[in-house]
């Protein structure tokens, strides 16, 4: 298995709306198992495919062991009271801000072998459902902020992503027994 770079804000790859996919083979198979690779190497609870440069409905996610394969999701029903709480993206590292979304979903999408499913989830997994299908329609979660938050958000993101070049993340794999310390603001 690989990690694959993440593509980070700036890279047209993230605002394209991805094509379904129509076969299922041991490639589309390989890439899944790269992104759930990427994905837990990276610390996230989700990704998807446009955010290691594949232009395709295909994401990940795993919400405290709760793992899916989502495979040209759809949102079929939205449930309950708008609910904001605090999203990042692994695509904008170091950012976070508020967001409001529908306190359940239930989605459709097929597996990694093309079998249907549908799944109910509220809380950070129906959170995850909705932020990883978004991106897949070339949405991010800072597009939701006010106008003055997303300002400042971009005006953050204009300090740090020079620590970028190409617009790529490279995700570093943890050697065991390293210590890190983060540094204190
Ligand atoms: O798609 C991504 O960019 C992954 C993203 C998913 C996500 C995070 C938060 C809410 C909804 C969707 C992440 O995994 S960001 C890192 C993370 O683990 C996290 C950040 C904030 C809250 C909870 C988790
Ligand atoms: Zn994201």
């Known amino acids: 298995m690989t990690i694959l770079d993440i593509r980070v804000l700036g890279d047209p790859v993230l605002r394209k709306p991805t094509k379904p996919v129509t076969e299922f083979t041991d490639e589309l198979r390989r890439l899944i198992a790269d992104m759930f690779e990427t994905m837990y190497a990276a610390e996230g609870i989700g990704l998807a495919a446009p955010q290691v440069g594949i232009s395709e409905r295909v994401a990940v996610v795993d919400v405290e062991g709760r793992k899916y394969t989502l495979i040209n999701p759809r949102i079929v029903s939205r449930d309950g009271a708008s609910e904001k709480a605090e999203e990042g993206c692994?695509?904008?590292?170091?950012?976070?801000?508020?967001?409001?979304?529908?306190?359940?979903?239930?989605?459709?999408?097929?597996?990694?072998?093309?079998?249907?499913?549908?799944?109910?989830?509220?809380?950070?997994?129906?959170?995850?459902?909705?932020h990883e299908i978004d991106h897949l329609d070339g949405k991010l979660f800072i597009d939701y902020l006010s106008p003055l938050k997303r300002r400042a958000a971009l005006a953050k993101w204009e300090k740090e992503k020079d620590d970028y070049p190409g617009?790529?993340?490279?995700?570093?794999?943890?050697v065991k027994g390293e210590h890190h310390h983060e540094t204190e603001m």
């Open 90 to 130: 692994l695509s904008i590292p170091d950012i976070y801000g508020d967001v409001e979304r529908p306190a359940e979903v239930t989605i459709h999408a097929l597996d990694e072998n093309g079998n249907e499913y549908e799944a109910s989830a509220s809380e950070l997994l129906g959170r995850c459902f909705q």
């Open 167 to 174: 617009n790529i993340r490279k995700v570093r794999t943890e």
